[in-house]
């Protein structure tokens, strides 16, 4: 019988993103299948507590602090050399060998799987943004980049299979590190499942009451912005929007940005500072998920000027909380999903603007978002989800039967 191991990163107290993976792991754990030989790898205490509430079988590799000491020192050449020499591995290594793993599953592009030496992987990848735009600080700070192609390199020469969200992204890692094509498996928001999917709307919550604890103005029209402060995200596009707002004096829009601080927090907290713009913006840091569902379902529109894509979370998000949304132009190329959202012009502040009147058009607005939840249905369809992954164990699972 094949074993195989689920690398579950993280832990429930990062939101969104711990979600995204978790909701992903409970799926593979339904592939029927293989659901006696499926277990879950995890890093954190409170990850390996929470699971054992929900029943969940999971074995605990502790990170400490000598452990990601003890990792940097692997990523040394010479010195990786020297500890192979003298037969020295890396605890992980050491782990999924112990416990006799035959098939590692990363739900992200993971430094461990580095280590999977003698052990096969399935590894996602979700953007090669690091490539695209480079110059942002996210991407070239602190050897950020020069780790990241360590990494994929690395992924890309070693892994059974490389799941990406789109054609683009599929079409990216043949033209940058020359991936064979049969390596690269398209699956649609893999592991890209809405954060804050429909089990995590409670019957028994008061969103309402949640959401006026916000104070937010009832005679302005709430254009939401859910991401994290990379520079990427472009916080600075709706900061310029909401200059031409100031300017014509136009009250009937407020955008409001949550997020953790991901370096760029600070500058953009100083421009709507220096603009006098706080009648125009509001900001608030980290939120729980009952809060940013708050937001959700009463904002009217969700907007994302990203540059990072194709695909990000909020789409999918917007489209299940029946909500029109903006997205930056071009970033999902030939794609359907383009019919179920409105794209803006990021090098111009003012297209966004002039489309923001979409927000009082009741009728168009009713038509466009049940069309979008109709089109969220297909693609985040969790059979074809776990057919999908299925597949790919099937394939494991008859060229390990070669030598075990």
Known sequence: MMKIGIYLEGSPIMGGGFLQSLKATTLLLEIEKYKNEIEIITTDKKTEEYLEEKNIKNRLFRISKFFKYLSQLFEISFLNDFFNKIKINHPFYNFIKKKKYDLIIFLGPSQMSKFCKEVGFISNIWDLDHKKNSQFPEHNLNNIYENKEKLYKEIVSRAFKIIVP????????????????????????MPMLPTLYKENVKKEVNYNKIYSKFKLPLNKKIIFYPAQ?????????????????KSKK??????????????????????????????????????SNDEVISLYKNCSAVVMPTLCGPTNLPIYDSFFFKKILFYTKGLIPNDKINDHLIEIDINSPNDLYKKLDFCFDEEKILKMTENSYEFYKIICSEENFKIKYEKIIDEFSHLLKRWK
Do not use: R
């Open 166 to 189: 789109h054609e683009s992204n599929k079409q990216d890692l043949i033209d940058y590190y020359k991936t064979p094509k049969d390596k690269i498996t398209i699956q649609s928001l």
């Open 229 to 245: 402060f990379w520079a990427h995200k472009n916080h600075k596009y709706l900061v310029d929007v909401a200059k031409i707002l």
């Open 250 to 287: 136009d009250e009937k829009y407020l955008f409001v940005f949550c997020g953790g601080n991901k370096g760029n927090y600070n500058y953009i907290k100083s421009l709507i500072s220096k603009n006098k713009l706080e009648n125009q913006i509001m900001i608030f840091n980290f939120l």
